[in-house]
T-cell receptor
Framework: LAKTTQPISMDSYEGQEVNITCSHN???????ITWYQQFPSQGPRFIIQ???TKVTNEVASLFIPADRKSSTLSLPRVSLSDTAVYYC??????????????FGSGTKLNVKP | DGGITQSPKYLFRKEGQNVTLSCEQN?????MYWYRQDPGQGLRLIYY???????QKGDIAEGYSVSREKKESFPLTVTSAQKNPTAFYLC???????????FGPGTRLTVT
């Protein structure tokens, strides 16, 4: 299983764009990159998933460079309600072990007014 | 409304007692999961099940047991063999391997 490394915490202000980078140097050919968001005392919520280049949905964008050894979650114009922990996960969707992916400690994003 | 329910939200038990946490989903998902989360930490996988009547151990299965007799239900029993059971327990489900996981609201278990 590819290990991921994320910053422990980040601070931002309302209205700013926030970029959270995740390192996964040992990513395998069939691995996908998935991001989840978790608020205190709640279960995580899926944000976005990608394999290469750029993926965008209504809440975020995911940038993956050609070597795929890192990825960046981009949150446009954050608000106070985006204060949460963000987890980066890497795994092979076809592998029997995909479901045993590792959440890690995530990145705690603190958005200030 | 489709979703995952966990009950109760808070649970208190005396040391040495077994306790069962409920997890029900009406999303028609094949796969279900149990995670444990300690303060300030990430999630750790306890057990998962990809189909009815089948389940596999996760990374920290010792002291826990599960059953999957129905597609909708995946109860977790925290046994007296679990050395440090106080934690936040999260149940999740997904359509299958590699699919997005949907999480329940969690059960906070306190054992004294």
């Amino acid at each position: 299983l590819a290990k991921t490394t994320q910053p422990i915490s980040m601070d931002s202000y309302e209205g700013q764009e926030v970029n959270i980078t995740c390192s996964h140097n040992n990513i395998a050919t069939n691995d996908y990159i998935t991001w989840y968001q978790q608020f205190p005392s709640q279960g995580p919520r899926f944000i976005i998933q990608g394999y290469k280049t750029k993926v965008t949905n209504e809440v975020a964008s995911l940038f993956i460079p050609a070597d795929r050894k890192s990825s960046t979650l981009s949150l446009p114009r954050v608000s106070l309600s985006d204060t949460a922990v963000y987890y980066c996960l890497v795994g092979d969707r076809r592998s029997e072990n995909f479901n045993k992916f590792y959440f890690g400690s995530g990145t705690k994003l603190n958005v200030k007014p | 409304d489709g979703g995952i329910t966990q009950s109760p939200k808070y649970l208190f038990r005396k040391e040495g007692q077994n306790v069962t946490l409920s997890c029900e989903q009406n999303l028609n998902h094949d796969a279900m999961y149990w995670y444990r989360q300690d303060p300030g930490q990430g999630l750790r996988l306890i057990y998962y099940s990809q189909i009815v009547n089948d389940f596999q151990k996760g990374d920290i299965a010792e002291g826990y047991s599960v059953s999957r007799e129905k597609k909708e239900s995946f109860p977790l029993t925290v046994t007296s063999a679990q050395k440090n059971p106080t934690a936040f327990y999260l149940c999740a489900s997904s359509m299958g391997r590699g699919s997005e996981q949907y999480f329940g609201p969690g059960t906070r278990l306190t054992v004294t």
